[in-house]
């Protein structure tokens, strides 16, 4: 029985916060907002939106950086793919990139704003030697106003996430069988791979693809620290006029809420379109039938380019490192003059407070969402019927954009009466955890071969006792994993943090964001880093605690 | 963008007056004139303050009165750390849009200007009580106007003074000998000089600070800013400003392309020796920069003669906080010597005091001695010439009129 209301309670749980959210932005759109004045409906938000200075270029660079970062992305994936051979190589660099994924996009961004600054790593690197820069170069790099950083930032953190998901879903393929077909009628492996596995693999990850589009034009902190500034993308001019002192601003906000409802809308529209024109060039190039043209030099971009975007990550959180503990490091050294732990000796008495938020409301909502996805997969199993025509309504806090709808969720949820309170936040969490962790978990659990639970029931074992003691202990590794995603996705949050808690309840995230705001590179270096490695713990114990207890079976220790 | 603003402006006064039936002014258990029910009151409570969290020496000191204030008065003070303290009033407003008038989440604000303005107006403000505070006695307001007036506005109790800010520029000695007196030598300098200066992109407020100075400088009609903006013509008073700030943006840093995003990020630049000249709203913030590495030794301060636009800032009350004891002795705990003289401390934070030193005994002003030993702090005497502040209408119509001209070029 309570089984079979996990379905419908999960997207009830994520259906209608944002329903009721989105309505509320709606309607102060239209100019509808009584505590402000704004009873009747008009146009007049629309008009001073679309008077706003620059806004067009907003919309432009929303839309772009969300298209280009994901077709980056999804290329540097499917090269790596195509070019992967299982070498020591390949499998070091799949090591290295789940722990990229766990880090959250602000720390990310921080990292490579640090590097690739004009006082940047990169430059201190290179100067004076190379370039006889004695000062800083006045050169716009990061804040570029075409995006470029904004668009390299998301690139770094999306290649992690889409490079799971296909990884998650390849071995659904037999991707190897078919390769080796291809490789028997002649074709190189990375053509053959790209050309019999690609087009099977594509709509397997076709909604994370969708939502990493619906997050990269929607993005509020990476934009604030890598975007363009004047003007700023539509979703962080979105957050300064919420945030104006001038109260009528609220309906320009509303307006903007809306409208980026539509950009990040049109950004999956074009995609769709661009998937359609990708097809047909495909299909010509397979049907083609070229066997070897073009191998090599796919080889190595596959390699390198994956290669690059890790390296890049990895350099950036050592640049937060090294900046944590700088004394005075004037521009051109390479390394600090001095080395202090004079900014960790300060931080330290204030992370106490924001680390244990950060672990309660994670672990609550983590722990949550994962009873939650079991319920509704062991519901799936027993019934037999697949649920993946609610799957789209999964995604939904994945594709419709947080800017869009948390606003007018603060508004519902004060009518309600509803303190801000851990439990709300928690609450709020769940939204972008519970879709994540049914994502990394249900490939695992439907993938389960069923002759265990029937060889269990032959032998007399309830349903409820196959899935504590036969299903469960089975799924360790992937449960885990879950939840150490779940986990990451949780303390990276930052808007429903920030909105749900009226700024009460600080975060590890909350309190890197708003300290950003000082500049001090040094204090956001500490701070950042304490925001990346948290995650880490979480993963480590994934990795670690079924190695542990299943020490003496290979088979469900997980991959590595 | 403000036209929205001017379009809702009647309804919303027309309106107001209903909306706030509800609103409780002075309830009879939070009179501050009855300063020991007050303190009885208090005891226990938990005061949530909003305050700009943008640099760790001003949290740092936050918690040091979490501290005291625990110790002293049995209040657990919490600060709720925003990024712009329009964060705040936006909160103060949506609990009014859903008819929370007793229990909202902001028990005091760090405050001033226009957020002050905008939340004075629309009647989100408790009070009077400012007056009524035991140690509001020692600011002499009587001598020091500055304390009850906020950006020309009379304060008229609905806020209490906590600290002083003034326009300090700072350099690199190592790379400037002489530095630019006035805002056309500073012209002529950044010329000579291409790349080396910028100010805070607007709407930040020490940039939207730097726009108002040169304005005063450059227009020969200064009484026009300290009235209304609507009662003046604002293109031919603001005229010379655009005009100066189109000559100076190609000689600025990313040549007036790209502007850093507040004080504190200029102040990194200036470390990392892409400025040689930059300016902030704390006058001690570069000594305390060069103390924490921040900023080299080589670093000096200076006010030039003319005198720079300085104000107070305050702390205000919500008219729905329902600690308005906790939040008053906590008020009332900030004007005490021991708290201003703990503030203005380099070592802790260095903000101005706005009690009257001049006026205290001669054992508690020993307590605001300052130390002169940083080369980089102002020389003495330095911050005798305060411009005051326009009205705060200026700043909102210089900030949409800067956005209108500069952004999406």
């Known amino acids: 029985m309570m089984l079979r209301l996990a ?3 999960i997207v009830t749980l994520l259906v209608a916060p944002i329903l009721a959210g989105l309505a509320m932005a709606l309607l102060p759109a239209f100019g509808y907002l009584p505590a402000l004045g704004g009873e009747a409906f008009s146009l007049a938000p629309w008009r001073t939106l679309a008077a706003q200075p620059g806004i067009g270029r907003s919309v432009a660079i929303s839309l772009a950086s969300g298209l280009v970062a994901t077709a980056i992305s999804l290329a540097v994936v499917l090269l790596y793919l195509a070019a992967a051979t299982g070498s020591r190589l390949d499998r070091w660099i799949r090591r290295l990139v789940s722990p990229l994924l766990s880090i959250p996009h602000a720390a990310a961004a921080f990292g490579l704003a640090f590097l690739i600054a004009p006082s940047g790593l990169l430059a201190r690197l290179a100067s004076p030697a190379l370039t006889g820069w004695e000062r800083p170069p006045d050169l716009l790099i990061v804040q570029d106003p075409w995006g470029l950083s904004l668009i390299a930032g998301l690139v770094i953190k999306e290649v992690p996430f889409l490079l799971l998901m296909s990884l998650a879903a390849l071995p659904q393929l037999d991707a190897e069988r078919r390769v080796a077909m291809a490789r028997s009628l002649g074709y190189r492996p990375a053509i053959a791979w790209l050309k019999v596995v690609a087009p099977a693999l594509y709509p397997l ?7 990493v589009i619906a997050y990269a034009s929607s993005v509020v902190d990476v934009a604030m620290i890598l975007g363009p500034t004047l003007p700023p993308t539509l979703a962080v001019s979105i957050l300064t006029w919420f945030s104006d002192p001038d109260l009528d601003q609220r309906f320009l906000a509303s307006a903007g809420a809306i409208l980026q409802l539509g950009v990040t809308a049109t950004a999956l529209l074009t995609w769709w379109g661009l998937e359609r024109l990708a097809a047909r060039l495909m299909a010509g190039w397979i049907a083609r039938g070229g066997r070897h043209r073009g191998e090599t030099s796919l080889h190595l971009t ?18 937060l490192a090294i900046y944590s503990v700088a004394g005075f490091w004037r521009f051109p050294d390479a390394l600090p003059k001095s ?29 949550l969402a994962a009873v939650l996805v079991l319920a509704a997969l062991e519901n799936e199993q027993r019934t037999g019927r697949n649920a993946s025509k609610a799957l789209w309504l999964l995604y939904l806090p994945l594709i419709v954009p947080q800017i869009a709808f948390l606003f007018g969720l603060v508004v519902v949820m004060e009518q309600i009466g509803t303190r801000p309170t851990h439990g709300l936040i928690i609450f709020g969490h769940l939204l972008f955890v519970l879709p994540y962790v049914f994502l990394s978990l249900s490939e695992a659990y439907r993938r389960i071969d069923p002759r265990w639970t029937q060889l269990a029931l032959t032998l007399g074992a309830s349903r409820n006792a196959v ?20 986990l990451a996705v949780s303390i990276g949050q930052y808007l429903p943090t920030q909105l749900l808690g009226a700024g009460r309840v600080t975060t590890v995230t909350t309190e890197a964001v708003s300290l950003a705001a000082g500049g001090n590179r040094r204090v956001i ?36 | 963008m403000r036209a929205l603003s001017s379009r809702f402006a009647p309804r919303l006064t027309a309106l107001l007056p209903a909306l706030l039936l509800s609103t409780p002014g002075l309830s009879a258990t939070t009179d501050p004139a009855d300063w020991e029910a007050v303190l009885d009151e208090a005891r226990g409570q938990t005061v949530y303050w909003y305050a700009w969290a943008g640099e760790q020496r001003t949290n740092d000191y936050l918690d040091w009165v979490a501290g005291r204030v625990d110790k002293r008065f049995g209040i657990e003070l919490k600060h709720v750390k925003v990024g712009d303290t329009a964060e705040a009033v936006s909160r103060v407003l949506a609990e009014k849009q859903a008819g929370n008038d007793e229990a909202g989440n902001v028990d005091l604000i760090w405050i001033n200007g226009e957020n002050f303005a905008a939340m004075k107006e629309n009647d989100l403000l408790f009070g009077p009580f400012a007056e009524a505070l035991p140690n509001f006695a020692l600011t002499r307001p009587a ?37 630019p007196q006035d805002i056309e030598a500073l012209l002529a300098w950044a010329r000579a000089n291409p790349g080396r200066f910028t100010y805070p992109r607007i709407p930040d407020f020490t940039g939207s600070t730097f726009l108002k100075q040169a304005l005063i400088e450059l227009t020969d009609q200064d009484e026009a800013l300290y009235a209304p903006v609507e009662e003046s013509d604002f293109a031919t008073v603001t005229a010379p400003l655009w ?34 000249l930059a300016f902030t709203f704390t006058p001690s913030e570069p000594a305390a920069a060069v103390a924490d590495y921040e900023l080299p030794p080589s670093t000096r301060s200076y006010v030039p003669e003319s005198g720079t636009l300085g104000n107070v800032h305050f702390v205000a009350i919500p008219y729905n906080s329902p600690h308005k004891a906790g939040a008053m002795v906590i008020a009332n705990y900030l004007l005490s010597p021991e708290a201003q003289a703990t503030k203005q401390d380099l070592d802790v934070w260095g903000d101005r005091t706005v009690l009257d030193v001049a006026r205290l005994d001669d054992d508690t002003r020993a307590l605001f001695d300052l130390d002169q030993q940083n080369p980089a702090m102002l020389p003495p005497g330095a911050l005798q010439k305060t411009l005051p502040e326009p009205h705060p209408s200026w700043m909102t119509a210089l900030q949409d009129a800067w956005q209108a001209r500069y952004i999406g070029q």
């Open chain 1, 525 to 560: 270096g500490v701070w950042a880093l304490v925001q990346a490695c948290l995650p880490l713990v979480g993963f480590v114990i994934a990795i670690g605690l079924p190695k542990l207890l299943w020490s003496n079976r290979r088979g469900m220790q997980g991959a590595p």
């Open chain 1, 467 to 486: 899935f504590w003691r036969v299903r469960l202990p089975m799924l360790l590794a992937p449960l885990l994993t879950a939840c150490a995603v779940g």
């Open chain 1, 302 to 319: 596959g390699k390198l380019a994956i290669l690059h975007a890790t390296g890049v990550a990895f350099t950036g959180i050592g640049g």
């Open chain 2, 243 to 276: 005009e100066y700030l189109d000559a100076l943006h190609p000689y600025l840093w990313r040549s007036g392309r790209q502007f850093p995003a507040s004080g504190p990020e200029m102040r990194s630049l200036m470390g990392d020796g892409a400025l040689t």
């Open chain 1, 205 to 211: 990850i076709r909604l994370p693809v969708f939502a």
């Open chain 1, 339 to 367: 080395v202090t732990l004079d900014h960790w000796a300060q931080a330290l008495p204030s992370l106490g407070g924001p680390l244990a938020s950060t672990a309660l409301i994670a672990l609550c909502s983590t722990l």
């Open chain 2, 143 to 179: 001598h020091n106007p500055e304390v009850v007036t906020d950006f020309t506005l009379p304060t008229e109790g609905y806020e209490s003074p906590w600290g002083r800010a003034q326009i300090t520029y700072y350099y690199d000695s190592e790379a400037l000998d002489t530095p």
């Open chain 1, 7 to 9: 379905p419908v309670l």
